[in-house]
């Protein structure tokens, strides 16, 4: 006979369930959550630097270093005696940038309203290209000017896209099977996408090297005034973030 309801053991596991236990057990620690939002700049960095940044010991850090390295958060890349490590890709950015929108979703207009956190808000790294407004400004301006097409795997450049970039002197690479061109990434502080992929990180890296943005403390990008009069006047004026 069939055990009673009240007898039955507890369901195991569907193949078809997402592992969220998983997941959740590695960002769940304060030390491993802080680790993991250094490293959302997209840049590696050394333990002796993730043990600073998450307030632990070089002992500690390694502990949570090797949990996270076995599911699949971070990689680490040995130069010479020295250990480095960086966000798996592009995919564990996304997911954490998430779940910081859904932490923050009852107070967010009043966190991002705290001084230390306006620079980020206006412009960051979010592994490897640019978020915050001007990053939001960025998108909006390609897609107002009918600079992408929708494709497959998200966007692919249109004529009018390629005319525009070249206005800033910025020749676009051609697709990879690599990685994903261009597509959408919500973003943390507007709540509003801007642009990722292969495409959004060449040019953060074109505007970089022109001199028009810098790299700030941790993941804040600077406005030089340089960029105020070359990169501003092509982008399209801020609009309402979401409530």
Known sequence: MPPSPSRASAPSSSPHEPRLARV?????DPARSRMLAYLLSGDYASAGEL???ASVTPATASGHLGKMLE???IVCEQRGRHRYYRLADAEVAHALESLALVAERDV???EWARPERERLR???CCYGHLAGALGVRLFDSLLRGEGLRTHPEGFELSVAGRA???E????PPEPTRK?????RCLDWSERRDHLAGQLADELLQHFLNRGWLRRGTGRAIELTPTGQQKLLPHLADAAPTMA
């Open 179 to 183: 990685r994903r061109y261009a597509y």
């Open 164 to 166: 525009w970039l070249a």
């Open 122 to 124: 206006q412009a960051r």
């Open 168 to 171: 800033l002197g910025f020749t």
């Open 51 to 53: 043990a600073r940044a």
């Open 24 to 28: 959740a057990a590695v960002v769940a």
């Open 108 to 110: 967010h207009e009043r």
């Open 71 to 73: 599911a699949q958060f």
